[in-house]
């Protein structure tokens, strides 16, 4: 068994379109951990969105991982012990903010704690966002933001008002940061350093895997990172078409279980 680690993405990808994770998919990761395959959730909610996810997979327990924030977050699970944690300066979200206010776009900032956002009228993706990764929202003027840790800061709003948006974004915004659209309402922007495969190969560094030994499972622009970092990408059925022409293999959809049939085909054959 050539592959040691396999990397997670959550939504799309672990969970069906109820935002389940399945009987098939549960019994597929307990078995690779009982064959000593590390599973690591790699993910762009914030971690309080990903705790009830550990504890049902039994990956809240010493000596697991889990990577947030798209890579601005690395932790072991048991104890928050923190491996890498990449921020935006406040100067940066300054500027973001100004830009997203430029472009006539809903913005928020996240923390370890909460979303915050200097929008009066609060967007209502950032409401769903809130419900989706079970933290509060708060509203703050971008001067009260001064001492916060932001992770990340994410363009949220229509897909159609969204999509022009990026069209007028400046050109120096992608030297400066790490830029991933990881929903057609959603685009995140991040720590230049930040990315979901840098997270990976620091972390199976860490654990002593080389890159042909990790898997990476996922579906959308975000994931990009990852899967391009790794010896064995996988991409998901319902992914996007772009993230599958980078996948050395295509797996079923996530409402057909395809993390489950991912891990029994490849990993655990």
């Known amino acids: 068994m050539s592959i040691q680690l396999v990397a997670i ?3 799309g990808t672990l969970l069906n379109s109820k935002r389940e994770i399945t009987p098939e998919v549960f019994s597929a990761i307990q078995d690779a951990k009982a064959a000593g395959v590390k599973i690591i959730i790699a993910t762009g909610r914030p971690i309080a969105g990903v705790q009830k996810l550990l504890k049902e997979l039994n990956l809240n327990q010493p000596d697991n991982y889990v990577i947030t924030f ?3 977050l690395v932790q072991e699970t048991s104890t928050g012990q923190e491996l890498i944690k990449e921020i935006l300066a406040y100067d940066d979200y300054l500027d973001i903010e100004l830009l997203s206010r430029k472009l006539g ?3 928020h900032a996240i923390t370890k704690d909460g979303i915050y956002t200097a929008n009066r009228n609060i967007g209502k993706y950032t409401i769903y966002e809130s419900s989706l990764v079970n933290m509060p929202v708060f509203y703050r003027t971008p001067e009260e933001m001064l001492n916060k840790e932001i992770v990340k800061c994410m363009f949220i709003d229509e897909p159609e008002i969204l999509d ?3 069209t007028k974004l400046p050109p120096e915004l992608s030297k400066k940061y790490t830029l991933v659209k990881s929903a057609p309402f959603y685009l995140e922007i ?3 350093t930040v990315s979901k495969g840098t997270a990976v ?3 199976a560094s860490k654990l002593g ?3 042909d030994q990790i898997m990476a499972i996922g579906d959308e622009e975000n994931d990009r990172a990852m899967l391009e970092a790794v010896d064995h990408p996988v991409a998901m059925a319902n992914g996007n078409p772009s993230i599958k022409k980078i996948a050395r293999y295509i797996t079923k959809s996530n409402d057909e279980s395809g993390v489950a049939y991912a ?3 490849w990993v655990l054959k």
């Open 105 to 107: 776009v809903h913005m």
């Open 9 to 11: 993405d959550i939504d």
């Open 263 to 265: 891990i029994r085909e």
């Open 164 to 166: 022009t948006a990026i």
């Open 190 to 192: 991040m720590k230049k």
């Open 70 to 72: 798209n890579g601005g």
């Open 209 to 211: 895997f080389s890159k």
């Open 201 to 203: 190969l620091h972390l």
